[in-house]
């Protein structure tokens, strides 16, 4: 396999390229200029540098179509996908190069005239700028409400309409939560013909004429250049259900993988230390978490479902260790190539003195005063207290576990896993009452179309390879003095909506599994995970209010991977 | 203003490097995409057999 260039995957964080605002045309200064001529370069460094890595731009379409990194991983041990890609590799930091060294040229002031030819795309390519640009992508495209696109710089979007004092307004909502407003359609499939927007899931092909519109256009390009314009519904069908068939193929993938790595030297922990350390008796990883009296329960819920992503045995063995002596080395954000050491002694997770021990403080409401003499870490292996341990010294400066009580999933999740590696992914239908000067927190099912959409494309494609996921029951309705009084005394259940489970307000649960098929969600409570909770998706969305989620950036994880080997 | 006139002529050549640096990218991002796809459709064929060959000569 032909490693990639670390400076190259250095940059690789995708960015748009800012057109330059044409109001300022008119004056435009020389620091204005460098600023874009600047921007031009990073832009084009950052986008050649995704698909001039291999690891990269495999995992990069990992990310894009839902399949395992390790299953796309073989496409480049097969005999000439790894050429090819070479190829085409070699060709964008062509294109790139001349690209920059044009650009420098101008901005130095050689260029200027008539005469200079600048950059000329070779035959081939200048038949086929042609070919896609205005050929392929059908001049009467119309965008459908309720659908998810992607447009050619890779942004997925879904499309929702609002009616607002009578008027339709149209929204753009992206992965990130960020929302675009258009006051009228049009503008909105200008857009939509510009960037090519191709559908990925939604209510449209239901609809009639649009299937038409994103029909591949044959016969238009060369064979070797055509676009890969596949049903990408069809496809991903597919794929999910070649994972589920492949599922031996790829734990036996991921142990070569891991196998490579050790070949490479890249893990502090052996295999066996691993097993020792982070298994319960006879029980995996994740079997055996019981949240003790601290109310940690985000932090205990996102370790557990952390432990249960086919990374976590990576990012742990990469990055902690277990000094003779009994104590730990933990680099914080696991897999991160700016961790920093933390050390954990033993008496760091064991039980320790409360320091809050009969003083009344936060999240009692002010009633009753802390009665808890100790504090006590998870119940669980080593490992997972270490973990544990780390998450909490790595925030606050030291174990104090009083100061780590509540908080968020998400947070907790990417003080382990680092920004980079983890990318935030969460929805919460809580909504602030101006009139009243309150926040409510209702249950999913009360979120807006468009946020409900989003939601039901995270349970429909929830894949533990992808996500790391807690979730977060509804709050007690505190205006009644009886909620006030049995959240007081720690009494705060409530059933279950349609079902007689019961559930504790505000409290973290870990997401561990969805079955599409069933439409059945289950999920652990931090109190006691060996037993699992199974809900329908709908039981799911009237209990719980928040997800609080992270997605797991494998690109990243594999960039960082290769600079510990590097720097190893 | 003639210093003007001489930097927006800069930004109108970068724009035209760029323009043509952007359809080769559409090009190669599609050949990049069709070189994983094609791979993909060979899963979708049920070819997980030669795939673990593949494993096994990794």
């Known amino acids: 396999m032909k490693s990639p260039d670390t400076p190259i995957l250095s940059r690789v964080e995708e960015k748009k390229i800012t ?34 890595a291999t690891e990269q731009g495999v995992a990069e379409s990992a990310k894009n179509i839902n399949v395992s990194q390790e299953i796309l991983g073989l496409a480049l041990a097969e005999n000439g996908v790894a050429e090819k890609l070479s190829e085409i590799q070699a060709q964008v930091i062509g294109a790139a190069t001349v690209a920059k060294a044009a650009i420098a040229r101008i901005m130095s002031g050689v260029t200027i005239g008539k005469s200079d030819n600048i950059v000329e795309p070779a035959p081939a390519l200048q038949a086929n700028e042609e070919n896609v640009s205005d050929g392929v992508f059908p001049a009467n495209f119309e965008v459908q409400t309720g659908a998810r696109y992607r447009a050619n ?16 307004r149209y929204y753009e909502t992206f992965e990130t939560g960020e929302k675009n407003v258009y006051l009228n359609k049009e503008k909105l499939d200008e857009m939509a013909r510009k960037e090519e927007w191709k559908i990925e899931s939604g209510n449209v092909i239901a609809s009639g004429d649009l299937k038409e519109t994103v029909e591949p256009t044959k016969g238009t ?7 890969p314009r596949w049903d990408l519904l069809e496809l991903t069908e597919a794929l999910k259900k070649e994972k589920e068939h492949g599922a031996p193929l790829i734990r036996e993938a991921q142990e070569r993988r891991n196998k490579i790595f050790e070949g490479r030297g890249v893990f502090q922990m052996s295999k066996e230390d691993f097993d020792q350390h982070f298994s319960k008796g006879s029980f995996a990883v994740h079997e055996g978490l019981k949240q003790q009296n601290v109310r940690n ?28 002596d009994g104590s730990w080395e933990v680099r914080l954000p696991l897999l991160d190539k700016d961790a920093r050491v933390i050390t954990i002694a033993p008496n760091e997770i064991q039980s320790q003195k409360n320091p809050g021990f009969l003083k009344k403080h936060g999240g009692m409401e002010g009633i009753m005063p802390d009665f808890r003499r100790t504090l006590d870490p998870v119940k669980a292996s080593e490992g997972i207290r270490v973990l544990e341990a780390a998450y909490i010294k790595g925030k606050f400066g030291q174990v104090n576990r009083l100061s780590a009580e509540f908080g968020s999933g998400y947070d907790v999740l990417l003080q382990l896993g680092g920004k980079e590696n983890f990318l935030e992914y969460s929805l919460k239908s809580s909504v602030y009452i101006e009139k009243e000067g309150k926040w409510e927190h209702p249950g999913l099912n009360t979120l807006s179309e468009s946020n409900e959409l989003f939601l039901n494309h995270f349970l429909e494609t929830f894949d533990p390879d992808v996500y790391i996921a807690t979730v977060n029951t509804k709050h007690l309705d505190m205006s009644k003095l009886s909620n006030k009084i049995r959240e007081a005394f720690g009494l705060s259940t409530y059933k279950g909506s349609g079902t007689n489970k019961m559930f504790v307000a505000r409290h973290a649960y870990s997401l561990t599994a969805v079955d599409k098929q069933t439409k059945i969600v289950t999920i652990a409570n931090p109190w006691d995970t060996t037993k699992p909770i199974t ?13 609080s989620a992270v997605r797991i950036h494998h690109a990243k994880l594999l960039e960082n991977m290769n600079v510990i080997h590097h720097e190893e | ?38 791979f993909l459709e060979t899963l979708k064929e049920n070819k997980i057999e030669e795939v673990r060959n593949v494993l096994k000569n990794l």
């Open chain 1, 19 to 52: 057109n330059f605002p044409e109001r300022e045309l008119a004056d435009i200064s020389d620091a204005k200029i460098k600023q874009y001529a600047n921007a031009i370069l990073a832009g084009i460094d950052n986008e050649s540098g995704v698909y001039a």
């Open chain 1, 153 to 168: 710089n890779g942004v997925l979007r879904t499309i929702s309409r609002e009616t607002e004092n009578g008027k339709d």
């Open chain 1, 221 to 227: 390009t060369e064979k070797d250049h055509a676009a």
């Open chain 1, 297 to 324: 329960c985000c932090a205990v819920a996102a370790i557990h479902a952390f432990s249960q992503s086919p990374s976590f045995e990576l990012m742990v063995r990469t990055s902690m260790r277990r000094l003779p």
């Open chain 1, 535 to 547: 809900l329908t998706f709908q039981q799911f969305k009237e209990t719980f209010n928040t997800v």
């Open chain 2, 1 to 38: 203003m003639l210093m003007n006139n001489e930097n927006k002529k800069k930004k109108e050549l970068i724009d035209t490097v760029l323009k043509k640096y952007r359809a080769e990218m559409v090009v190669l991002k599609r050949r990049h995409d069709k070189v994983i796809i094609d």
